[in-house]
């Protein structure tokens, strides 16, 4: 079996992330590396907070706390999010690390090396009140275009036209309100990523056809638009700093590498975190080094992110001349809009993680997210889509339908799985359309489709669900009692291959489904064809418990009250 390395996104440190994130990265990588595991396959799933750039600074300053503090307490409750939505990072990092830190230098050094990086001066905009550069995010001022008299030196949020600092009418510091600004000359490290474009283009040819449209589309866009030289430092407290035994004069003046540097490298600096807790048994080179070529690696971000990760990142690693592994697949997504308007986290337009989960479990949002993942286009949330999803197909299709076997079995056979009859026509029918349904349903993972896995996935649950009211065990008992007890022992069969196969999707109710049965060594990862038609893994005379509902049905009043708390249309 393979190794596959994943990765998602990584979140940054300031403020809780709405559902658009976590469909667009963090959910999708969990049900591909859960998926990958119950295949057999080994797999390592890193993702990390992403903690330097301005805005963490500003925000500790708003809060009046140090910013390491400030990314200490943030990385705690991100975590505490994501362990709600049962995502199953094999280590969740931080981007302020010290091999983060460490690893990031290395590949700094290693790039000056091979004239890959150079110092060139630039102008850039200084606070004499402060006696400090000030980075874009750290100027404010009107909008030249729209007015709007908080636009930053790099964007105004609110016409969304790029910015440069020099633009702004009357430009203040973000730090001290103070309006005594310059220009004035400095120096900044760039990566010369125009040196790099041929050889970033000829890596992008060589797998981009294994890639989504979108992902490829969009790299092959800024390729074919030309490669520009980066600046890779910034005038910051909190970040990676310059190495002094290679830029000295940066180092004393406290330059720090830029955020879209440092980031990405984390995915490294993460994998030496996790293999760090213990390193008799972990090998984070075996992870990251082209010589081990049996290594298979995906990312998924959203379309935004994608340039840093198709184009900037790989010309990073090919310019060190070092055999770091690079992506084999980038899955992005499209946007996940809120009716039709995008989610704003600065905005709080929309709905957000933690409240999601204070709202309802986390599988109910994990199943509506993955079935209505935005792969080909953008979507849109609303709560009369998410209200009607999770009542067709988790409360009825498939909750019921666990309720009302268990619950009528043991009601007329006891709380142990019937014998009844030998399986006949209508097995044998029903154990071919399971076996084509999972082979579906396998494609579709295999090719990392989640709405077409997730209906594959709907349709095995329906299958039960005919199967049910084609024998009608109800009816069945008053003539032929052996009958519906064959009946219901398959149905409680396709319980546990629901069980099994569901997880990806929804972890809690599976393993509550498959906790059901009292199963001795019930190791089981997968479901084979011959299994699925067969359906015999769970044999007369097994023992066996009702769980509780595993989706209540969302009511009327519960979508007014969502619509009144969230609000049923986007802001204008």
């Given at each position: 079996m393979a190794r596959h390395l994943i990765t998602s996104a990584l979140p940054y440190i300031n403020g809780i992330k709405h559902l658009?994130?976590?469909?667009?990265?963090?959910l999708p990588a969990d049900v591909y590396s859960r998926y990958l595991r119950q295949r057999g396959h080994e797999v390592l799933y890193i993702c990390a907070t992403d903690e330097h750039g301005t805005p963490a600074e500003l925000a500790a300053k708003e809060q009046g706390i140090p910013v390491d503090a400030f990314c200490t307490e943030a990385h705690h409750q991100q975590k505490a999010i994501y362990d709600g939505f049962s995502l199953a990072f094999d280590y969740f990092g931080r981007s302020s690390s010290p091999q983060n830190h460490?690893?990031?230098q290395e590949i700094a050094?290693?790039?000056?090396a091979n004239?890959?990086?150079e110092e060139r001066a630039i102008r850039q905009v200084y606070s004499n009140a402060d006696g400090r550069f000030l980075p874009d995010r750290y100027i404010i001022g009107t909008c030249p275009h729209c007015g709007y008299d908080k636009a930053r030196g790099d964007q105004c949020e609110n016409c969304t036209r790029v910015l440069d600092p020099t633009d702004l009418i009357d430009a203040r510091s973000a730090i001290s309100g103070s309006s005594d600004l310059e220009v004035r000359e400095t120096k900044h490290l760039f990566l010369l990523q125009s040196a790099l474009a041929g050889e970033v283009e000829a890596w992008v040819d060589e797998r981009a056809d294994n890639w989504p449209v979108l992902a490829s589309s969009i790299a092959r866009k800024w390729l074919t638009e030309g490669?520009?030289?980066?600046?890779i430092t910034r005038d910051l407290d909190w970040g990676v700093p310059v190495p002094a035994d290679t830029w000295p004069d940066l180092a004393a003046e406290g330059k720090v590498f830029y955020v879209w540097f440092d980031a990405p490298i984390e995915y490294i600096g993460a994998t030496k975190e996790w293999a760090d807790q213990d390193p008799e048994n972990r090998d984070w080179r075996s992870w990251w080094w082209e010589s081990d070529a049996n290594v298979h690696y995906t990312q998924f971000m959203g379309k935004d992110n994608v340039p840093f990760h198709s184009v900037m990142f790989p010309a990073t690693l090919l310019g060190t001349r070092a055999p770091w592994k690079k992506v084999d697949v980038i899955k992005a997504f499209n946007w996940l809009n809120y009716y039709g308007g995008k989610f704003s986290t600065s905005q709080r337009r929309g709905v957000f993680?933690?409240?999601a989960l204070d709202i309802l479990p986390a599988d109910y949002w994990r199943y509506f997210m993955m079935a209505n993942a935005p792969e080909s286009d953008d979507s849109s949330f609303t709560w009369e889509h998410f209200t009607a999803t999770v009542n067709k197909d988790l409360a009825d299709t498939l909750g019921n339908f666990v309720n009302r076997v268990l619950s009528f079995s043991r009601k007329r056979f006891g709380e142990e799985v019937p014998a009844g009859a030998e399986p006949g026509e209508a097995e044998a029918k029903l154990g071919e359309e399971i076996a084509r349904l999972l082979a579906e349903y396998e494609s579709q993972m295999e090719a990392i489709q989640f709405?077409?896995?997730?209906a594959a996935l709907r349709a095995l649950w329906s299958a039960g669900n005919?199967?049910?009211e084609e024998k009608a065990p109800w009816l069945e008992i008053k003539t032929n009692p052996e009958g519906a007890a064959l009946t219901l022992r398959t149905a409680m069969n396709l319980i546990h291959l629901y069980a099994v196969v569901s997880e990806p999707f929804i972890p809690t109710s599976a393993k509550k489904m498959r906790e059901a049965f009292s199963l001795k060594d019930d190791t089981a990862l997968w479901v084979t064809a011959d299994e699925a038609r067969s359906l015999s893994a769970v044999p007369a005379g097994t023992p066996f418990t009702i769980p509780p509902v595993l989706f209540a049905k969302l009511t009327d009043e519960d979508l007014e009250s969502y619509k009144e708390r969230f609000g049923g249309e986007p802001a204008a």
């Open positions: 658009g994130n976590m469909v667009g990265s963090m460490e690893i990031t050094r290693e790039l000056k004239g890959f990086i490669l520009h030289d980066r600046a993680t933690h409240d709405r077409k896995a997730a005919s199967y049910l």
